[in-house]
């Protein structure tokens, strides 16, 4: 039993690095691709806590890089941007594929935090000209992209953006962290942080 054991392990990495190769060639849209889904269900289908998967793409959807950059428990798992960010940032990522499970059975939706997560950090990235893709999610065999869905019903009072003080304090946030990275990646080039500066004072008083 323990020699079955081992060999389908050895089966199982050879079809993932496989399906990793056959995602690093260009695409029409990753998030559409039988590859990716096979790929995620093999890394996130039997896996009894809620994980986040990070992929950076190129321009040409073809995958740079990916991680599993968080683990939570049954039913939730906490982000944070910046580390979101940093990792985009390392791999000079153009765009970006967020995936995470629902180890519980029957909940397939997105939720209200899945809805709302996704367009926040919509929002985050596009202040690094990272456009994201989609943010797909494992319920057993089958993945749902998030963007398949209209916005859940305990939200569609909510004004369509956050307030203003509310975004100013994003944009801030964001600022603070993403000009550390930018510094760290080369401290010499200003230009990225021009550019990243007009986008956020845009995107706050717009």
């Known amino acids: 039993m323990e020699a079955l054991t081992e060999s389908q392990d050895a089966m199982i990495r050879s079809a993932k690095n496989i399906l990793a190769d056959r995602m690093r060639e260009p695409g029409e849209n990753l998030a559409y691709d039988d590859d990716l889904f096979d790929w995620l269900r093999l890394h996130l289908t039997d896996k009894e ?4 998967w990070c992929l950076a793409l190129d321009d040409q959807n073809r995958l740079l890089a990916s991680e599993a950059l968080f683990s939570g428990t049954l039913s939730k798992v906490d982000i944070h941007q910046r580390e979101i960010c940093k990792f985009l940032l390392a791999n000079n990522a153009s765009r970006a594929i967020f995936a995470h499970n629902h180890p519980i059975l029957g909940h397939n939706l997105p ?3 899945d809805w709302l997560q ?3 950090l919509r929002v985050t990235l596009g202040l690094l000209e990272i ?3 989609d943010h797909l999610i494992v319920c057993g065999m089958n ?9 859940p019903r305990e939200t569609k009072l909510a004004p369509s ?3 203003h003080e509310e975004r100013l304090r994003i944009v801030g946030r ?3 962290c993403a ?7 080369d401290p010499n080039e200003r230009e990225p942080t021009t550019l990243l500066v007009t986008a956020a004072y845009r995107e706050a008083t717009a």
């Open 49 to 52: 806590h809620e994980v986040f």
């Open 161 to 163: 953006s956050p307030p």
């Open 131 to 133: 456009d994201l893709v």
């Open 111 to 113: 939720s209200n935090g």
């Open 118 to 120: 996704t367009n926040t």
């Open 174 to 176: 964001f600022l603070a």
């Open 143 to 151: 993945v749902h992209r998030v963007s398949e869905f209209d916005r």
């Open 179 to 185: 000009l550390r990275h930018l510094r760290e990646i």
